[in-house]
């Protein structure tokens, strides 16, 4: 039973990482196959067209589960869709920043290792650090800001 109480007390985090790492699955994917297809010298842009299929998956699964805004009406849709998009472009923003900064100043794009027959770029890696922050940043815009509960 304390597992069930500990899930029923922390729903909304557990949902968010699970919806979040879902996310980031998204992300992570799109952005791999898009930069295997334009390049790796392109891989911002392959980052801005995976943040788009992430950020459509993240609104419907925040929306409806996470946050469970049950509110539909056109005026209160609109509200969340552009907070939504808004702060998701602040953290695109952060993350195209700290990209540019690992590959281009820090040196990461001139690395890959191998794991399993499967080649890590450094772009991945540095992906993956800033995708840490990126999560974060979300979660408090979501919580407070987007889909807060207003008190009446």
């Given amino acids: 039973m304390k597992i069930k109480a500990f899930i029923k007390r922390h729903k909304e985090p557990i949902l968010y990482i699970i919806f979040g790492g879902l996310t980031t699955l998204v992300n992570f994917v799109c952005f791999w196959a898009f930069n295997s297809l334009l390049g790796?010298?392109?891989?911002?842009?392959?980052?801005?067209?995976?943040?788009?299929?992430?950020?459509?998956?993240?609104?419907?699964?925040?929306?409806l589960w996470v946050f469970e805004s049950k509110k539909f009406d056109f005026r209160t849709s609109v509200r969340e869709i552009s907070e939504f998009i808004a702060a998701r472009l602040f953290s695109l923003a952060v993350e195209e920043g700290g990209l540019w900064l690992f590959v281009d100043k820090l040196g990461f794009g001139e690395f890959s290792i191998t794991v399993f027959k499967a080649e890590i770029t450094g772009e991945l890696i540095a992906k993956l650090i800033l995708a840490v922050i990126v999560v974060i940043l979300n979660y408090i815009f979501s919580k407070f800001i987007i889909f807060a509960k207003k008190q009446k």
């Fill in 40 to 63: 790796r010298d392109r891989y911002l842009i392959s980052n801005i067209i995976a943040w788009l299929f992430a950020v459509a998956f993240a609104y419907v699964t925040n929306k």
